[in-house]
């Protein structure tokens, strides 16, 4: 019998939704980053300390800037992997993941819980993500095949052994993989609005998805067809009360406005980003996702929110009665749907630390 917790936080409301930018661009991924001149050795373990930090110095005090290697490394098997490891080698390694847009820089993406203060700080931690390897041509991706990747990574980096997975939406997904496939690796596992498989309803959006970008693929505007299946794909994100809170207005005319507005700049920023041959392949991995609970052998804390109807909490309940004691089912009441992990982090944040905080002064960076 897996065990249940329920957080019904007092006074919650709707934080507004980010506006269009007047000027300017918004913030993506750089690679004007902090590199160590330092030699990765497949095997050996890496130290995450810049060259302007001998080794054995103090930590950096808060409001220094932490140890950082941010670079590409080849991972046998598949090919190329961008990481970033953040923080020093004397904490416990934990792992953040995140959805399929989500990249290595959780500092951007995920500041709130992995920032100072936050359950997943990189001063409590020291804490890999990873970009999702490329597709390519001699398969379908597959969240199995990103769950192997983050262990061959392990090994190049030289580590043994994870603290702790923290997986959220697409993350959590390749970390059930990862605790299925590499248990012996995984310490603990934290999935986030994540399940064992996708729901025969949420198959059903991404199938209308990939068909828009098949589509427009085929009339020579890709692009246009990455921007129609994410707005798709954003209707999915948050319950249907958000939206309406939102965008309702009296006059129908200013409520089509302001829904196409929104849709519009969010799916053509996304399809800035992405292009149409990443998207159909996480979205087709997102859909082939199975992984058997039985198989997750490590302690696993999964946590779903009860408005989110991508990753609903009666398959969450499925899930964790079927991997059985090992598992336990934290519920959040939060409004934002599948989005909570990103927007309510501060129901997420009490949780995580509790849940991290038992075990983190044992630190299971162990050496091959």
């Not at 690679?31 to 302007?52: A, E, K, M, W």
Request: with cysteine; net charge positive.
């Amino acid at each position: 019998m897996f065990k249940q917790h329920f957080y019904h936080p007092a006074g919650i409301g709707c934080q507004p939704e980010e506006q269009p930018p007047t000027s300017g661009r918004s913030g993506g991924s750089s690679d004007d980053l902090n590199r160590p001149s330092q030699r990765i050795v497949p095997g050996r373990r890496i130290r995450t300390i810049p060259s302007r930090l001998a080794p054995g110095s103090r930590a950096p005090a808060c409001g220094e800037p932490m140890p950082v290697v941010d670079r590409s490394v080849e991972v046998p098997g598949f090919g190329s992997i961008r990481f970033r490891l953040v923080g020093n080698d004397s904490n416990p390694l934990a792992v953040a993941l995140g959805g399929i847009s989500a990249d290595r820089r959780v500092d951007r993406w995920w500041s709130g819980v992995t920032g100072i203060g936050g359950a997943l700080s990189e001063r409590r931690f020291q804490l890999l993500s990873m970009n999702w390897p490329e597709p390519d041509s001699e398969g379908p991706a597959s969240v199995d095949g990103f769950a192997d990747a983050l262990a061959g990574l392990l090994d190049v980096l030289g580590f043994s052994r994870i603290h702790s997975l923290v997986g959220a939406s697409f993350g959590a997904m390749v970390g059930l993989a990862f605790g299925a496939r590499h248990a012996d690796r995984l310490g603990r596992l934290i999935a986030i609005s994540g399940a064992h498989r996708s729901t025969p309803a949420a198959t059903a959006g991404r199938l209308i998805q990939r068909e828009i970008i098949a589509s427009l693929s085929r009339l020579g505007v890709p692009e246009r067809g990455v921007a129609l299946a994410r707005g798709l794909a954003l209707t999915s994100y948050r319950p249907a009360s958000l939206f309406d809170q939102r965008f309702f207005d009296p006059d129908p005319d200013r409520t089509i406005n302001s829904i196409q507005g929104y849709l519009e700049y969010n799916g053509g920023r996304f399809a800035g980003q992405f292009d149409a041959a990443r998207y159909l392949a996480l979205s087709t991995a997102l859909d082939r996702h199975h992984v058997e609970p039985a198989r997750v052998r490590c302690p696993t804390e999964l946590i779903g929110v009860h408005s989110d109807t991508l990753v609903p909490v009666s398959q969450l309940r499925e899930l964790a009665g079927a991997i059985g004691i090992r598992a336990r089912l934290h519920l959040l009441d939060s409004p934002y749907g599948h989005d909570a992990f990103l927007k309510s982090t501060e129901l997420l944040n009490p949780l995580l630390a509790r849940l991290l905080g038992d075990s983190s002064r044992e630190s299971t960076n162990v050496r091959p």
